[in-house]
């Protein structure tokens, strides 16, 4: 669906183009998301500096941000 493509296509360096290809190759947004540096090197036009910068996004901690947390304390005391 376009909502599909719409979150694939958040991904660091990939567009609409990209993600696409990626769906179709993996079926799924989460299979997507679960899918190894290896199984990402076969998508035709995604070259390894994009799939080290997804994979870093993927891999790393949530970190809020002193904007984000002000904007989630709004949203508590609605």
Request: aromatic residues 8%; positive net charge.
């Amino acid at each position: 669906t376009e909502f599909q493509l719409y979150v694939v296509s958040s991904l660091p360096g990939v567009g609409l183009k990209l993600a696409d290809r990626m769906l179709k190759r993996f079926g799924s947004v989460r299979a997507v998301f679960q899918a190894s540096k290896r199984d990402l090197m076969l998508v035709e036009g995604l070259p390894k500096s994009r799939i080290d910068r997804i994979c870093e996004l993927l891999d790393s901690p949530y970190k809020p941000s002193k904007q984000s947390l002000a904007y989630q304390k709004l949203l508590e005391e609605t």
